[in-house]
Structures are given as structure tokens and as C-alpha cells.
């Protein structure tokens, strides 16, 4: 299982890792062996990224309505999501904490309430190296082998919604999300 920090594709070329066990740090806390020199927070804005609505690909639940589409520095093959809310009753942890080998943050699986499946993790407390490098601030990282995004449109239904324009608390809504239909996503 891999865990790590992660970047969006556009991220990609900015640092190249030095080999198959280095990475580097863009989206969340994570292992990280080799990162690029700590960046203030103007010269690391993810706001032009889009929100995704992501979903279990086992049992097509709805997991979150705020996800970011992100990869692993260490293997940039490996596309992950995350998010910045805590999925309210749709995952939860499974199994013990454990750390990597390439860093001192502290994860645990996070399994889809529905199904069982593991989907992701969670730092549950983020070294301090993994902190000072370029993140998003996400704590819950979800694999894209578990799960698939779907973008979502800002209020017009025209324009996909972008993070710098999303509501800062809005993750949880008395719908019942496992009843919508991946065509009313996309509307």
C-alpha cells in the first residue's frame, strides 16, 4: 500500500524525484524523503484546482463532495484524491495505525461505511517535514483504484467548480447521497 503526498498532474514538472524511493510535497501531509525547498503560502495556491464529487467505486457511494484531484511525487503514475473535511458517515477506520518507511506521519485506513472496502487513508498526525513543504492542507487521501471523481458545476451549471470559489463548510447535507444518480453529478 502506498501513502504519501501528492500534487496535481500540473505540479508533476516542477520537481522531478531522484529515484524510485524519493518524493516530494504539494497537496497534503504524507512520507516525503526529499522535498523541494519549504514555499510560502502565496507561491502554493490550489485554488484553480476543480472539486470533484468522489465515490466509491465498489458501491458507487457518495464518500465526499469536496475532492481534489492529486498524485504521488514518489510514483507519478499513481493518482489519489483528497479533501479537507472529515467524510461525515460515509467512511470510516479500519485496522491499526501504522508509519511508512520514508516518513513519521501517523496513518490509518479509512474504510466506505456501505461496502467495507478500503478506499484511502488518513494522517491521522502529520510529521513535521511533511507540514513545512508545499501542501493543501488535506488530511483524508483517497486511492483512485477505490475511487472515482466526478467534476462538479458551480452555481450556474455551466463553469466547473473551482476550490478557490467552494463554501468552506458544506460537506454535510441531509440528502441521501447514495440515492443520486451519477447522471445528476454531472448535470
Not at 60 to 76: C, E, I, N, Y
Not at 137 to 146: D, L, N, P, R, V
Not at 179 to 184: A, F, H, L, P, Y
Request: charged content about 20%; proline content about 6%.
Amino acid at each position: 500500500m502506498r501513502s504519501g503526498i501528492q500534487t496535481d498532474r500540473r505540479e508533476r514538472g516542477r520537481w522531478r524525484r531522484p529515484g524510485p524511493e524519493g518524493t516530494g510535497a504539494a497537496a497534503g501531509p504524507g512520507p516525503a524523503r526529499r522535498r523541494p525547498p519549504a514555499m510560502s503560502a502565496s507561491s502554493c495556491t490550489f485554488e484553480d484546482r476543480c472539486v470533484a464529487v468522489l465515490c466509491c467505486r465498489f458501491c458507487q457511494q457518495v464518500l465526499s463532495w469536496r475532492g481534489m484531484k492529486a498524485a504521488l511525487l514518489a510514483d507519478t503514475d499513481t493518482d489519489l484524491y483528497s479533501t479537507d473535511i472529515p467524510p461525515s458517515g460515509t467512511v470510516d477506520f479500519i485496522g491499526s495505525c501504522y508509519f511508512t518507511e520514508i516518513c513519521k506521519c501517523k496513518l490509518k485506513n479509512i474504510a466506505c461505511l456501505k461496502c467495507g472496502n478500503v478506499v484511502g487513508y488518513h494522517v491521522i498526525s502529520p510529521c513535521k517535514p511533511c507540514l513545512l513543504s508545499c501542501n493543501n492542507g488535506h488530511f483524508w487521501m483517497f486511492h483512485s483504484q477505490a475511487v472515482f471523481g466526478i467534476n462538479r458545476l458551480d452555481p450556474s451549471g455551466v463553469n466547473v467548480l473551482l476550490w478557490g470559489n467552494l463554501p468552506d463548510l458544506e460537506e454535510s447535507t441531509d440528502e441521501d447521497m447514495s440515492c443520486i444518480s451519477e447522471e445528476e453529478y454531472i448535470r
